[in-house]
């Protein structure tokens, strides 16, 4: 039965995403676009490398667990990908569950492996907040102790994270339940290692942001840094709220309201909504890929 109801869910979820698209038809329709295909092909790239982020520091996360295989790099790839797309259910339980059942069949416990997914939320918040000083100097003057005010929480955070994360896996009624979580008790240095490619994923998501908007004759490189930080921040505030699936609306309406900052009325939201297809559009593309390139059922763990 739950073979059946996640292959609906499936198609339900990739027909709504195809709804998005075809909702925000008037809004991009009605940009004056000029597409270069230098600034396009570069947007592209960035996009497609920023999502390989991901799924690199979920491998991290595995080797610093002790659950990776090199052997397994292709159906760790399509598992990921797989669930990666049941954050469009509200909740994202079933990101959780798809992460745990897929991962099992290559050694990886299910408790550890919905741990692991956890970790992996909780590090795109503090990577993504990180970034996200980059747009400070937008919203406050550019006061150095400022920033160096907020650097340093963000590097607290980084450092806290792990030891708060130890005392909860090992406290006793966690421990004696799910005694698996004890492999996946991080230390400092695997959080600053694993926290990496999520940081450099916010990056080049900004950069392909960047880019793509180039076309509408917006920007200057100059403000680079300061949409990569405004992007970032979206996808933080998108990633907190759990009922919005896959953040949809939430990152739009966050973006919307700081590119209003210094953008026309309605420019704003219709980049917003842009960006949102496009970078779903490189997401779908990713998925067909992984499924088309990688194994449908993973060697068992030897």
């Not at 908007?213 to 405004?230: E, T």
Request: hydrophobic letters at 55%.
């Amino acid at each position: 039965m739950y073979r059946i109801v996640r292959v609906i869910l499936l198609i339900a979820i990739v027909g709504y995403l195809a709804f998005q698209v075809y909702a925000g038809r008037e809004a991009l329709a009605s940009l004056h676009i000029q597409w270069n295909g230098l600034t396009l092909a570069g947007a592209f790239v960035a996009a497609v490398a920023a999502y390989q982020c991901l799924f690199l520091g979920w491998a991290i996360l595995l080797q610093r667990t002790g659950y990776y295989s090199a052997d397994q790099l292709r159906s760790y790839m399509r598992i990921w990908w797989v669930s990666y797309l049941y954050r469009y259910v509200p909740g994202k339980v079933l990101l959780l569950v798809e992460r745990a059942r897929l991962g099992s069949a290559v050694g990886i416990p299910p408790v550890a492996g919905a741990a692991l997914t956890v970790v992996e939320t909780l590090l795109a918040i503090l990577a993504g907040s990180a970034v996200s000083l980059l747009a400070v100097t937008y919203y406050a003057a550019a006061d150095s102790q400022l920033l160096f005010g907020v650097a340093i929480l963000a590097a607290g955070a980084i450092f806290l994270f792990p030891a708060c994360f130890r005392v909860v896996i090992k406290s006793p009624l966690i421990s004696r339940r799910f005694p698996e979580l004890e492999s996946v008790a991080l230390g400092s240095r695997d959080i600053l290692v694993a926290v990496l490619p999520y940081i450099l994923h916010y990056l080049l998501l900004g950069l392909s942001f960047f880019l793509v908007s180039r076309n509408l004759q917006l920007f200057s490189w100059s403000d680079l840094p300061g949409l990569c930080g405004m992007y970032a921040l979206s996808h933080v505030l998108s990633l907190i709220a759990l009922i919005a699936p896959g953040g949809l609306g939430v990152r739009e309406g966050a973006l919307a309201v700081q590119l209003g900052r210094f953008l026309p009325t309605g420019v704003a939201e219709a980049l917003a909504i842009g960006m949102r297809v496009w970078f779903t559009l490189i997401e779908l593309l990713c998925y067909f890929a992984a499924l088309f390139f990688c194994p449908s059922k993973p060697e068992r763990f030897k």
